[in-house]
């Protein structure tokens, strides 16, 4: 069974504070690994695909990396606006759902 | 992107009744329609799968006579909650992969928050 742990829970920044979050994954043939951001009562919003370790990816702030266990995804001097959750899921083998972790929820404060 | 309209946004309704949740997509046609749940501070959990034209395919545990699921266009996948009680209580999400896309990304519905009193 396909399997995916991010941590931390939570994590609160001061603005500027760069920071990492992890997405660990157990699965049997990944196909991509995908970060979403989901603000409060809204639907995920895509992010990031990543398809093979080694395989890096940016837009703004924002940097996902991949290895074959982990992604992690960097945020670099971040601001409120970056404020929300994190979501990291996986699609695997012939399926085209896709398997979330339970995501991280991020504060950026002034 | 891909556009996945969802209404409702919000919903409240009496224990008992029905209530049902449209997703279109807008500028892409969806063969394929994924329908996720997703309780507070929890992840997304996939309910059940529509595709054009055949019966949805439900998750282990979903009761597919409670969750009522019709794809009948390109364009057009509702997912109808019958007799909800409060259990049902939740944030309702519909996705759609985009063909132009490749398949693999998925393009995500507002969400449906549902509250059964």
């Known amino acids: 069974e396909d399997q995916v742990t991010q941590s931390p829970e939570a994590l609160r920044l001061q603005e500027g504070e760069s920071s990492s979050l992890n997405c660990s994954y157990t699965v049997s043939g990944l196909r991509g690994l995908f970060w979403y951001r989901q603000d409060p009562g809204k639907g995920p919003e895509f992010l990031f695909t990543?398809?093979?370790a080694g395989e890096e990816k940016e837009k703004e702030r924002l940097k996902a990396t991949l290895t074959k266990k982990e992604s992690f995804l960097h945020i670099t001097a971040p601001k409120p606006e970056d404020s929300a959750t994190y979501l990291c899921?996986?699609?695997?083998?012939?399926?085209?759902?896709?398997?979330f972790g339970s995501g991280t929820q991020l504060t950026v404060l002034p | 992107g891909a556009v996945v309209s969802q209404h409702p946004s919000r919903v409240i309704c009496k224990s008992g009744t029905s209530v049902k949740i449209e997703c279109r997509s807008l500028d892409f046609q969806a063969t394929t329609m994924f329908w996720y749940r997703q309780f507070p501070k929890q992840s997304l959990m996939l309910m059940a799968t529509s595709n054009e034209g055949s019966k949805a395919t439900y998750e282990q545990g979903v009761e597919k006579d409670k969750f009522l699921i019709n794809h009948a266009s390109l364009t057009l996948s509702t997912l109808t909650v019958t007799s909800a009680h409060p259990e049902d209580s939740s944030f309702y999400i519909c996705s759609a992969p985009d063909r132009r896309t490749g398949n693999e990304k998925l393009f995500f519905g507002s969400g449906t928050q549902l509250s059964v009193l």
């Open positions: 899921a996986v699609q695997a083998g012939s399926a085209r759902q896709l398997t």
């Open positions: 990543l398809y093979s």
